[in-house]
């Protein structure tokens, strides 16, 4: 006689062979547009958790972090977290988000910003929106405004970063700059520059400007928004 528990088990791994199957399809058919985010969730923890329904797993993932780009780019230690991340899949994610900044980042290097400024706060955004801490990096543009470095100057706590206009400023003339923009991110969400935020550009635009180096735009990036201090005439 056949073992019952055998059996059973050999049905659930088969519904949930199809079950993969059909949302791979489906992704095929209609891409990223046609599905949940926790499908996509659920597609990408496919390859690191072979034999188990993932659903539950996904739909966990999404009520903890909000939304899909949040989940992908939470922290290891945050992802670990959740019951059910194993160690591969939180590998899967960072790949994923690894993935995404990387191809984000080739849509703006070495080409006018003027041109290929949504292709721009696309990136910053993929790179910056859900960090935990704030991160002050700098872009570096050429005389015809083109991007010739992308570079991280500091990493600070959950609402501060220390920025020094003179290590600022120094870098863009190593490196040939005719132009900078900064960006930083507000972990918060809210991408409302601050005073100390208005008061720490200032310092850089006053720094540069004898030395014919222009400040093009400070973005403060949050989550799902952002700020142009250029925008708001506040440079």
């Known amino acids: 006689m056949p073992d019952a528990s055998s059996a059973s088990q050999k049905t659930v791994t088969a519904h949930h062979a199809g079950h993969r199957q059909r949302l791979r399809e489906r992704f095929e058919k209609a891409g990223a547009d046609g599905l949940a985010d926790y499908e996509l969730l659920e597609l990408i923890l496919f390859r690191a958790i072979p034999r188990r329904d993932v659903k539950p797993l996904a739909k966990d993932l999404l009520a903890r972090f909000g939304r899909f780009g949040a989940a992908i780019s939470a922290e290891p230690a945050r992802l670990a977290e959740v019951k059910g991340m ?7 994610f960072k790949i994923v988000q690894a993935s995404a900044i990387k191809l984000a980042q080739t849509e703006v ?110 973005l403060v990036i949050g989550k799902g928004s952002h700020a142009s201090f250029k925008s708001l005439q506040l440079i």
């Open 109 to 218: 290097m070495n080409k006018p910003v003027i041109s290929s400024w949504t292709a721009l706060l696309n990136y910053c955004k993929a790179a910056m929106a859900y960090n935990t801490t704030e991160q002050f990096r700098i872009l570096f543009l050429d005389r015809k405004n083109v991007l010739i470095a992308d570079e991280v100057q500091q990493k600070g706590t959950v609402d501060h970063t220390p920025v020094y206009p003179r290590e600022v400023v120094k870098r863009a003339l190593d490196l040939g700059a005719s132009s900078i923009i900064l960006v930083h991110n507000h972990p918060s969400g809210d991408p409302t520059p601050s005073q100390a935020d208005i008061n720490m550009t200032r310092q850089i635009v006053d720094t540069a400007k004898p030395l014919g180096i222009s400040v093009h735009d400070h």
């Open 86 to 92: 194993t160690g591969p899949a939180i590998a899967e």
